[in-house]
């Protein structure tokens, strides 16, 4: 059974509206992480966050906002979607082990913005 | 800060041929290593990983091995199947960087029947 899943898979928003992308866990992690993937960029972290109540910026958060209401949640928010802002989204959930950290990613999500 | 480079955006090449995708780092402390791959459709999973000078990570016949000196961690695989095609990640992780994993940019492998 899949450990990370993502809703929706695919979204298609109109432009100056809000969108919502949910990720849910059930690995026990305390790390949750947002991603958006686009050609020629890799993956490109959003906001991230420690535990349940935490949100982190990442190196692109302008135009996000994260919440993470429990463990196994977390939620990335377009509150003014923009067309620049259609990609594919990636929640990811970690822990920090001895030596290193590592992560698992769920199925992302297709977000097209008109 | 920490960063990962991968060299090849795309690699295209023929079934039994011999892969290799560069990986070069920089990181402030001693990180640990990773490769990813991502097929289409799907998220990254992590192919292997390496935490030491001369450790080498394995899996599903690919291979790389960690070297603190020249600061890299090359992918290769000695004979690549189409079912290899997929979007490759060379990734880090330092004990100093907060949890966080730092990816190259991924390269696009393509292999053709």
């Known amino acids: 059974e899949a450990a990370v899943t993502q809703s929706p898979r695919n979204k298609v928003a109109v432009t100056g509206g809000k969108v919502t992308l949910s990720c849910n866990q059930t690995?026990?992690?305390?790390?949750m992480y947002w991603y958006r993937q686009d050609t020629g960029h890799g993956l490109r972290l959003i906001h991230y966050?420690?535990?349940?109540?935490?949100?982190e910026k990442g190196d692109i958060p302008d135009g996000y906002k994260a919440s993470r209401p429990s463990q196994e949640n977390f939620s990335l928010i377009l509150e003014l979607a923009t067309p620049s802002q259609t990609s594919v989204y990636f929640c990811?959930?970690?822990?920090?082990?001895?030596?290193?950290?590592?992560?698992?990613f769920g199925p992302g999500t297709r977000l097209t913005v008109l | 800060g920490d960063s990962v480079t991968q060299t090849e955006g795309q690699v295209a090449l023929s079934e039994e041929d011999f892969l290799t995708i560069h990986c070069n780092y920089s990181?402030?402390?001693?990180?640990?290593l990773f490769w990813y791959v991502q097929y289409p459709g799907e998220g990254p999973q992590l192919l292997f990983r390496?935490?030491?000078?001369?450790e080498k990570g394995s899996s599903r016949g690919f291979e790389a091995t960690y070297d603190k000196g020249t600061t890299s961690f090359h992918l290769r695989k000695a004979s690549v199947q189409e079912s290899d095609s997929a979007v490759y990640y060379c990734?880090?992780?330092?004990?100093?960087?907060?949890?966080?994993?730092?990816f190259g940019d991924g390269t696009q492998l393509v292999v053709k029947p």
């Open positions: 990811a959930s970690g822990d920090e082990g001895q030596d290193y950290a590592e992560q698992f």
């Open positions: 690995n026990n992690h305390n790390n």
């Open positions: 966050s420690y535990g349940a109540g935490s949100t």
């Open positions: 990181a402030s402390g001693y990180p640990t």
């Open positions: 390496a935490s030491r000078d001369k």
């Open positions: 990734a880090l992780s330092d004990r100093g960087s907060n949890n966080r994993i730092f």
